[in-house]
């Protein structure tokens, strides 16, 4: 699952700047940014979704692209799930396999608890959530 497989795919960094965190790939490249109200936008501030208080995760034109229920369980916009996020920071995939880790320190691992980049500032849900609706890896 390409959207699920962040951690794995790249080396996240995010940093706390202006009107919301910054999200940077391994390269440093903002791909990001994601405000403590919810709004995200692209690396050229333009507003490319919402992540909502009640949960649900809309595109720019607040069309429904999913859910993160209160206990972590992340789903689509059909109610299927496709991974979860546990209040430890712990992300996982579909099957219950774990992808990485965000954690509360700022540190981002992935599965072998390597160190790949730093989360300072991000909610751990909000940077989760990111990679599952938004990013668009490349290749």
Known sequence: MRKALFILSI??????????????????????????????????RSTIGYINSDGRVENGSRSTLGYINKDGRVENASRSTIGYVSSSGTVENGSRSTLGYVNSNG???NSSRSTIGYAEGVDQRHAALFFFFFFKPSN
């Open 107 to 109: 540190r981002v691992e």
């Open 11 to 44: 080396v996240a960094v995010f940093a706390a700047v202006g009107f919301g965190q910054r999200v940077e790939d391994g390269t440093r490249k903002t791909i990001g940014y994601i405000s403590s109200s919810g709004t995200v936008e692209n690396g050229s």
